[in-house]
């Protein structure tokens, strides 16, 4: 495999869609399925109050399926799904089921700072994304993965003592 040289580009929200294939849940035909079963699932309510009280995280970047071209470019989310889908909601709160709209619409309301764009990595194919994936959801991996702080690596980061 070749090294990739995959640059950062903003993207309008508007021009992104969820994965339907995203592997947190079963195969998809209608984005408002995914939105139903992140909403049910996946704590997006938790995670689009956080962006509402501190924005998107920037040290993480999405990672998008680039589909179409010019004017017609569209993306699927790779990386970021629930995030997305919690931008989604919180820029029309329309988009999820009626017993869950009431949250979105309320911190919607309480959304001064609105991302209209996001930076992101875009890929012209699923399978140039997978290891990049795999580093990120895939565990350890024998030190090439993400890998979670133990309780004495928190509480160091914490600045609690023993």
């Known amino acids: 495999m070749s090294n990739v040289t995959n640059t950062s580009e903003f993207i309008p929200v508007s021009k992104i869609f969820l994965d339907l294939e995203n592997p947190r849940h079963e195969p998809y035909t209608k984005q408002a399925q995914a939105i139903s079963y992140l909403c049910e699932k996946e704590q997006i309510g ?41 931008l989604k909601l919180l820029h029309d709160p329309e988009l999820v089921q009626k017993s869950k709209r009431s949250v979105f619409e309320k911190l919607s309301a309480d959304w001064k700072a609105q991302i209209k764009l996001v930076e992101a990595v875009v890929f012209t194919d699923r399978a140039e994304a997978k290891i990049w994936l795999e580093r990120i959801h895939g565990g350890a991996q024998g030190g090439v993965g993400q890998r979670n702080w133990d309780s004495d690596q928190k509480s160091r980061f914490n600045g609690d003592s023993k």
């Open 46 to 86: 938790a995670i689009a109050r956080d962006i509402v009280d501190l924005g998107l995280n920037p040290t993480q970047k999405f990672a998008l399926l680039s589909e179409g071209k010019g004017d017609d470019e569209t993306y699927i989310v790779l990386e970021g799904n629930r995030r997305m889908c919690a």
